[in-house]
């Protein structure tokens, strides 16, 4: 007995580089047939009718902040709302000890649990986090996260020596909550990365999914950049934030992170939201200086859609910042060329009355960073790749199967037989203009305001049960926590 059959939509299969008119089998919440005619020749319980659509695998939204402004527990149910109207069916959370997030120090055994207790029953989507080691004695619970709690990927913010969330500081301790006579510093990096490698030898079963994920900036460049850009007081805004945290910052971050991983054999490292040329080419220079390591590189939805122009001051504050057209139309041509290995939110619901200060508004230094976009990421790279040229197989590639492979996510990021039913079906007929006010995330504003996007989500099904109909989120939340290798 088939529960539900899939019928007529385009099946775009990234595993195997076709995008098939097949009708897809939903048995149990998996995959359980691909074949034409299935619809007339079954007993399915449902026949939906997808003529016209795209049917994508469910994204993989591998980079999100859900809980960095809110409680966890509300953003867990507000932002995955947002997270289904955009096609995606399961997000990596990246949190962390210190001030936001839980508001709390301490080790992982007590953090976790709380995080994972709140996120219960809350979400609309399939969830788990990446977890950063903040002081000395988080490494040494790096076997006990991987073995009981299955979080297998791990995170170094290379520009927390001199700066917090929002701009240049010297309060260490106090935001961190690390214990005192603690740095969070190159040594303290290399001491994670030397941890995450030990785990990995002792585990070789797990080799390929254990990863550590890297925020590449370089504090000390970026405080003195910081101190000339508002000094000369000639840009502001997003033109004198990008300033501030120059490109080559980023670049010489993702050298040093580099040879430390070549140093410690952590072998397998991803470069996130490299938002930059500089970035970028640092990135590809050093895959060819060090093959024994196995790097992923990351670009955002807001990096490839926004610009310093376009993006609205100061509501696209975001680390590493909105760059220039020129950085836009560079990374876009490393996204056609293969460069990138997926493309993330990097979702962070600021609301409008927190991301900026009340007593001046237009400051772009007071302004909080980040912003929410996962609503966005499929819509976005399909309108914008569509013009460019990108195929579907690769949309496909770098929104679902690239993560999913990456983090554990063995169930997920391809439509196959045997795989959780995360479907999505965009319609490429349609187009529309973004409106914040539209959008399910409790933000209130969004960078991307007034945008026409081409093609629009319209249903989504997570492990087999539909969970947006129409553009519309149904049903209660049933998202579950992924403990990986799934």
Same mark, same amino acid.
């Given at each position: 007995?088939?529960?539900?059959?899939?019928?007529?939509?385009?099946?775009?299969?990234?595993?195997?580089?076709?995008?098939?008119?097949?009708?897809?089998?939903?048995?149990?919440?998996?995959?359980?047939?691909?074949?034409?005619?299935?619809?007339?020749?079954?007993?399915?319980?449902?026949?939906?009718?997808?003529?016209?659509?795209?049917?994508?695998?469910?994204?993989?939204?591998?980079?999100?902040?859900?809980?960095?402004?809110?409680?966890?527990?509300?953003?867990?149910?507000?932002?995955?709302?947002?997270?289904?109207?955009?096609?995606?069916?399961?997000?990596?959370?990246?949190?962390?000890?210190?001030?936001?997030?839980?508001?709390?120090?301490?080790?992982?055994?007590?953090?976790?649990?709380?995080?994972?207790?709140?996120?219960?029953?809350?979400?609309?989507?399939?969830?788990?986090?990446?977890?950063?080691?903040?002081?000395?004695?988080?490494?040494? *619970?790096?076997?006990?996260?991987?073995?009981?709690?299955?979080?297998?990927?791990?995170?170094?913010?290379?520009?927390?020596?001199?700066?917090?969330?929002?701009?240049?500081?010297?309060?260490?301790?106090?935001?961190?909550?690390?214990?005192?006579?603690?740095?969070?510093?190159?040594?303290?990096?290399?001491?994670?990365?030397?941890?995450?490698?030990?785990?990995?030898?002792?585990?070789? *079963? $797990?080799?390929?999914?254990?990863?550590?994920?890297?925020?590449? *900036?370089?504090?000390?460049?970026?405080?003195?950049?910081?101190?000339?850009?508002?000094?000369?007081?000639?840009?502001?805004?997003?033109?004198?934030?990008?300033?501030?945290?120059?490109?080559?910052?980023?670049?010489? %971050?993702?050298?040093? %992170?580099?040879?430390?991983?070549?140093?410690?054999?952590?072998?397998?490292?991803?470069?996130?939201?490299?938002?930059?040329?500089?970035?970028?080419?640092?990135?590809?220079?050093?895959?060819?200086?060090?093959?024994?390591?196995?790097?992923?590189?990351?670009?955002?939805?807001?990096?490839?859609?926004?610009?310093?122009?376009?993006?609205?001051?100061?509501?696209?504050? &975001?680390?590493?910042?909105?760059?220039?057209?020129?950085?836009?139309? &560079?990374?876009?041509?490393?996204?056609?060329?293969?460069?990138?290995?997926?493309?993330?939110?990097?979702?962070?619901?600021?609301?409008?009355?927190?991301?900026?200060?009340?007593?001046?508004?237009?400051?772009?230094?007071?302004?909080?960073?980040?912003?929410?976009?996962?609503?966005? $990421?499929?819509?976005?790279?399909?309108?914008?790749?569509?013009?460019?040229?990108?195929?579907?197989?690769?949309?496909?590639?770098? $929104?679902?199967?690239?993560?999913?492979?990456?983090?554990?996510?063995?169930?997920?990021?391809?439509?196959?037989?045997?795989?959780?039913?995360?479907?999505?079906?965009?319609?490429?007929?349609?187009?529309?203009?973004?409106?914040?006010?539209?959008?399910?995330?409790?933000?209130?504003?969004?960078?991307?305001?007034?945008?026409?996007?081409?093609?629009?989500?319209?249903?989504?099904? $997570?492990?087999?049960?539909?969970?947006?109909?129409?553009?519309?989120?149904?049903?209660?939340?049933?998202?579950?926590?992924?403990?990986?290798?799934?």
């Amino acid at each position: 007995m088939i529960d539900t059959v899939i019928a007529g939509a385009s099946v775009v299969r990234p595993d195997h580089g076709t995008v098939d008119d097949v009708d897809i089998g939903i048995s149990n919440g998996r995959v359980s047939h691909l074949a034409a005619g299935l619809a007339a020749t079954s007993d399915a319980a449902e026949v939906f009718d997808g003529s016209g659509l795209i049917a994508f695998p469910g994204s993989v939204d591998a980079h999100t902040h859900m809980g960095i402004y809110n409680p966890l527990d509300v953003d867990a149910a507000t932002e995955s709302r947002a997270a289904a109207t955009g096609g995606t069916t399961t997000v990596l959370n990246y949190i962390r000890t210190g001030q936001y997030y839980l508001n709390r120090g301490g080790p992982y055994a007590d953090f976790l649990p709380e995080a994972l207790a709140l996120m219960e029953g809350r979400s609309h989507v399939d969830y788990a986090f990446h977890l950063a080691p903040m002081q000395a004695s988080h490494i040494d *619970e790096i076997p006990a996260l991987v073995d009981e709690h299955g979080v297998t990927s791990f995170k170094i913010f290379m520009f927390y020596g001199s700066h917090g969330l929002h701009g240049a500081s010297d309060d260490q301790a106090s935001f961190l909550m690390i214990p005192p006579g603690e740095r969070y510093d190159f040594a303290h990096f290399e001491f994670v990365m030397r941890g995450l490698a030990g785990v990995r030898r002792d585990r070789p *079963e $797990l080799a390929d999914v254990l990863s550590l994920s890297m925020h590449c *900036e370089t504090a000390e460049i970026m405080t003195a950049y910081t101190r000339m850009v508002q000094a000369e007081g000639r840009l502001s805004g997003l033109a004198a934030y990008s300033a501030g945290r120059p490109p080559h910052s980023e670049g010489l %971050a993702v050298t040093i %992170a580099s040879y430390l991983a070549h140093e410690t054999e952590v072998v397998n490292i991803n470069l996130l939201h490299l938002s930059s040329a500089k970035a970028m080419d640092a990135a590809l220079r050093m895959d060819r200086c060090f093959e024994n390591v196995d790097f992923r590189r990351e670009v955002t939805v807001g990096h490839l859609l926004a610009d310093i122009e376009t993006a609205g001051d100061p509501w696209a504050k &975001v680390n590493p910042p909105i760059r220039p057209r020129s950085d836009v139309e &560079v990374l876009w041509e490393h996204v056609l060329a293969g460069d990138a290995h997926w493309v993330v939110s990097d979702h962070a619901c600021c609301q409008a009355e927190a991301k900026v200060s009340a007593e001046n508004p237009d400051d772009i230094w007071l302004a909080k960073s980040g912003f929410g976009g996962t609503e966005y $990421l499929l819509n976005g790279l399909y309108s914008e790749g569509s013009k460019r040229g990108l195929g579907l197989v690769e949309m496909a590639r770098m $929104l679902s199967w690239n993560p999913a492979r990456r983090f554990g996510l063995g169930t997920k990021g391809t439509i196959g037989v045997g795989y959780d039913a995360d479907i999505t079906l965009l319609d490429p007929s349609a187009s529309h203009v973004v409106r914040a006010g539209e959008s399910e995330s409790s933000q209130g504003y969004t960078p991307f305001e007034g945008h026409e996007l081409d093609g629009r989500v319209r249903h989504v099904w $997570l492990r087999g049960r539909r969970i947006l109909a129409d553009g519309q989120v149904v049903g209660a939340p049933h998202g579950q926590y992924q403990r990986r290798p799934t």
